[in-house]
């Protein structure tokens, strides 16, 4: 029963507390069993009765006093408990027995202060505790409220109104109870409607309670407009006001939950319980064609199967929302908002299948970014999705009214476009303009592929697979530019300084380039990886000549000048921007799989893939190269020493790609 943020010395009264009141109502229920408990309300049962009625008032109020949240929705509903105990006690007290008392009475007063009191407190705990809910929520609320209200006209109101005799103020007091316990369990519905049908337990015990009063008052009513006599002080029957009041104090004392966010309605919950009031309500109506209900109730039942049309209506019209929705979320990237390779593949197949003649003209263009890579890896991978969205944006506007941007994945971008009367040419070179932004250290441009429309492809495959190649043929055939001449210049200052070493170099770049392609790299990861690897050795320009060529071992203080050879290497590529991403990978080509290499210690994948090929390549190269001192391996004998220090010195990936790209080279 407890679950609020109490001291532990709290939580045991509390526990205490509820055990002994649920203990002290069963005694009461088997007093209450005909030939246990007598005839009439016996003292003990008079104690039971009224001590039951005022502790669930006293508890409630208890919370209200100790617990700060939702203060003033318990305290008034404590307050009207307390009334309404008060005017049992009052009734049972002296009036009961009294011919001539006076209907209504103050004790009907006391009475009805609980349904005022409860329809705010409850919507006070519904503000404190749902929140934000979808507006649908409400007409579930309304529905169930209001076949509820047709339920209570139909079975209740009748015999009340038939029997109702007296002034005015008598008959309106005996219609304001069932009306009243009928409002009130309305509240609690709508209100476990606003919760998407999740109520917790404070709301169960909310609805358990207010429904045994409402359903001990009616049928009290009921008895007593028929002619029933004895049903107040005979029976199982009065043990149910107390049962009501210690469930509603029971819901004081759970939870305190957070406010939820907005609550929306989900899978079978969706459809059950409106189902459920709507199929109450038509009820009522099919009754009345075989026995009169009355007026009331039909107009009540006939609201509430509008209503729930009218929430059938929406739940349709939100569901091809949803739908709606999950198709354009299907067709758009995320990040950039244009759409996406799904999208282009539709409206390529679109563009393709028109039956229109003259089919009209259109031009296909694949981008892709050059020089991303490294600005990705300079600044961060949150640096590099802005600097995709901006370009997105950008290109989305460049052609605008001429065709449709998408962005294809990673850094690749695409449009379809109509071509003006000036051709393609000016469209593709508004898309690479705006696919283009420069800034400190950095230089974002684009290669790019196109295809006109029918006319060099008829089928979606074809036109993909052209534009891709055209790409990557000027990719490859711009590349040169700045990171070329940057490695023209320092494989010039290699050859000029060793030139052996510009040989091994040579070597290591066109091994690496083989397993850089069997492992599925991209063509701008793939030259990244033949540069380091052709490079991967500058560092040693600044290792004396007396190192460097020592015929024996190198002692301690020469290894340690030697290892710096990857960190000066880094430091002299990183100067040239174009290289910024070959710098990174250099610094890596001499770390270990097992985390034993330098300069970092890294360890398994920890290690740039690229920097684990030229490992791999760069030992083969000089395991199988004749020394002054020493032979080369064979390539047999080095595979073997590869495949020995895979998962030790080497990745085991990379060595197994090594082996199958050159064992077909080594093949006589």
């Not at 891709?468 to 050859?495: E, F, H, W």
Request: charge should be negative.
């Amino acid at each position: 029963m407890v679950d609020l943020e109490l001291s532990s010395r709290a939580r045991r009264a509390t526990k205490v507390t509820g055990a002994a009141l649920g203990a002290a109502w069963l005694v009461s229920l088997a007093l209450a069993i005909p030939g246990v408990g007598g005839d009439g309300l016996l003292p003990l049962e008079d104690v039971l009765y009224y001590g039951l009625l005022f502790s669930g008032g006293l508890v409630t109020g208890a919370r209200a006093a100790f617990v700060r949240k939702e203060r003033w929705a318990w305290g008034l509903l404590a307050l009207s408990m307390l009334a309404w105990a008060a005017a049992d006690l009052y009734y049972g007290t002296v009036l009961a027995n009294d011919p001539s008392a006076p209907y209504p009475s103050i004790a009907d007063a006391g009475w009805l202060s609980i349904y005022p009191a409860s329809w705010i407190a409850i919507t006070l705990l519904v503000r404190s505790r749902i929140g934000r809910f979808d507006s649908g929520l409400w007409l579930d609320g309304l529905l169930g409220a209001l076949a509820l209200a047709a339920a209570s006209a139909a079975l209740v109101l009748p015999p009340i109104i038939g029997a109702g005799e007296g002034n005015v103020a008598a008959i309106a007091t005996n219609m304001a109870y069932p009306l009243g316990d009928t409002l009130v369990v309305a509240f609690v519905i709508g209100a476990i409607a606003l919760t998407g049908w999740r109520p917790g337990r404070m709301w169960v015990l909310l609805a358990l309670g207010f429904a045994t009063s409402a359903v001990v008052d009616s049928w009290y009513l009921y008895e007593v407009a028929t002619g029933g006599t004895g049903v107040y002080t005979e029976g199982v029957l009065p043990t149910l006001w107390p049962a009501s009041s210690l469930l509603i104090a029971a819901a004081a004392w759970q939870s305190g939950a957070a406010r939820s966010r907005l609550t929306q309605l989900e899978g079978w919950r969706m459809l059950a319980m409106p189902a459920f009031f709507m199929g109450l309500a038509l009820l009522f109506l099919v009754y009345d064609h075989y026995i009169r209900v009355s007026e009331a109730a039909l107009w009540l039942a006939a609201a509430a199967v509008g209503v729930g049309i009218v929430r059938m209506g929406l739940s349709f019209r939100d569901n091809l929302r949803m739908l709606h929705g999950s198709r354009t979320e299907a067709l758009t990237d995320a990040l950039t908002g244009l759409r996406n390779r799904r999208a282009l593949i539709s409206d390529l197949e679109e563009a393709l299948t028109k039956d229109e003649p003259p089919a009209p003209q259109r031009v296909l263009a694949l981008f892709d970014l050059d020089g991303f890579k490294g600005y990705n890896d300079s600044y961060g991978h949150p640096a590099g999705d802005a600097l995709l969205s901006r370009l997105g944006h950008r290109l989305a506007a460049a052609v605008a009214g001429h065709g449709v941007a998408y962005r294809l994945g990673g850094d690749e971008f695409c449009v379809l476009a109509t071509p003006g009367e000036a051709g393609p040419a000016p469209v593709i070179a508004a898309a690479a303009a705006a696919l283009y932004e420069r800034g400190e250290g950095f230089e974002i441009s684009s290669s790019f592929g196109s295809v006109e429309l029918p006319g060099e492809a008829l089928d979606t495959s074809d036109a993909l697979v052209l534009a891709d190649r055209r790409m990557y043929a000027q990719k490859a055939g711009g590349r040169a530019s700045a990171a070329r001449q940057s490695r023209d210049v320092l494989i010039t200052t290699l050859r000029e300084r060793e030139p052996d070493l510009h040989l091994h170099l040579e070597g290591v770049a066109g091994l690496a380039s083989g397993v850089a392609r069997a492992l599925g790299m991209g063509a701008e990861d793939r030259d990244e990886v033949i540069r380091a690897a052709e490079l991967h050795d500058i560092g040693k320009v600044a290792v004396p000549d007396a190192i460097l060529n020592k015929p024996g071992p190198l002692d301690d203080s020469e290894w340690k000048f030697m290892r710096e050879h990857t960190v000066i290497g880094e430091r002299i590529l990183a100067a040239a921007p174009a290289l910024k991403g070959v710098a990174g990978l250099v610094r890596s080509s001499h770390e270990r799989w097992d985390g034993g290499g330098y300069p970092d210690r890294l360890a398994g994948e920890e290690i740039p893939l690229g920097a684990r090929i030229v490992a791999v390549c760069d030992a083969y190269h000089a395991m199988t190269t004749d020394r002054p001192y020493s032979p080369g391996l064979s390539h047999d004998e080095a595979i073997a020493e590869l495949r020995l220090c895979a998962g030790t010195q080497f990745d085991p990936t990379v060595v197994d790609a090594f082996t199958r790209v050159n064992s077909l080279a080594a093949a006589p």
